[in-house]
């Protein structure tokens, strides 16, 4: 199930289900997005991308969906591995800059 | 490719002194980034440079500095430490490109304590 902890949300999922992280942005004008995992004590690191002319784009395990109207994301991973334990940010970029604005995160958690 | 090296990774500064953090790639990039990490939170943009020799203001610059001389390195300079920035401090860069041509890559950070 999804909580909510004292800073960052968390969702707990069974080893080999599938995971939904959600990400709401705010700026209307954002027409990229990116999706990265931090595990403890590293940077963030690149999972997946999709720009606003797609509903929906697939990696290896991964998937985007893009959905303008409410201005929501989601990453679903899929068999979700104690490997996948990490927070997980959506950064957003908005036409004409080149400044990446990070949401919040979730921290997920897979248990064995 | 030792691709984004920052230093120093610890520091333990007083209240008022000034230090520099170090950002250097080695992948050529144009675009280089500064975010700062406070516990248990997202990342909040501190300042940008598309270039030698340009720089922007993030979401939260104010306490910092930086300068963009070469293409490798982008140092933060913090001018009279204050507890409210203590933080890990995250450097990246991004390929030359357009906007939309994907990934930051991302330093190990450096966690900064102001006491």
């Known amino acids: 199930g999804e909580s909510v902890g004292l800073h960052l949300p968390t969702l707990s999922v069974q080893e080999g289900d599938n995971s939904i992280i959600n990400c709401a942005y705010s700026?209307?004008?954002?027409?990229?997005f990116i999706w990265y995992k931090q595990e403890s004590g590293k940077g963030p690191q690149f999972i997946i991308d999709i720009r606003s002319n797609m509903d929906k784009r697939q990696g290896q395990r991964v998937t985007v969906l893009l959905n303008k109207t409410v201005k929501h994301l989601s990453l679903q991973i899929a068999a979700t591995q104690p490997g996948d334990s990490a927070v997980y940010f959506c950064?957003?970029?908005?036409?004409?800059?080149?400044?990446?604005?990070f949401g919040t995160g979730t921290r997920l958690k897979v248990l064995a | 490719n030792a691709g984004v090296t920052q230093t120093p990774k610890f520091r333990i500064l007083k209240i008022g002194q000034s230090m520099t953090l170090q950002c250097t790639q080695d992948?050529?990039?144009?675009?280089m980034y500064w975010y700062r990490q406070d516990p248990g939170m997202g990342l909040k943009l501190i300042y940008y440079s598309v270039g030698a020799g340009i720089t922007d203001k993030g979401e939260v610059p104010n306490g910092y500095n930086v300068s963009r001389s070469t293409t490798e390195d982008f140092p933060l300079r913090l001018e009279l430490a204050a507890p409210s920035q203590t933080s890990v401090y995250f450097c990246?860069?991004?390929?030359?490109?357009?906007?939309?041509?994907?990934?930051?890559?991302f330093g190990e950070g450096s966690r900064l304590t102001v006491l």
């Open positions: 990246a860069s991004k390929r030359t490109g357009g906007r939309s041509t994907g990934e930051l890559f």
């Open positions: 700026n209307s004008a954002s027409d990229y």
């Open positions: 950064a957003e970029n908005a036409g004409g800059t080149y400044k990446y604005i």
């Open positions: 992948m050529n990039h144009n675009y």
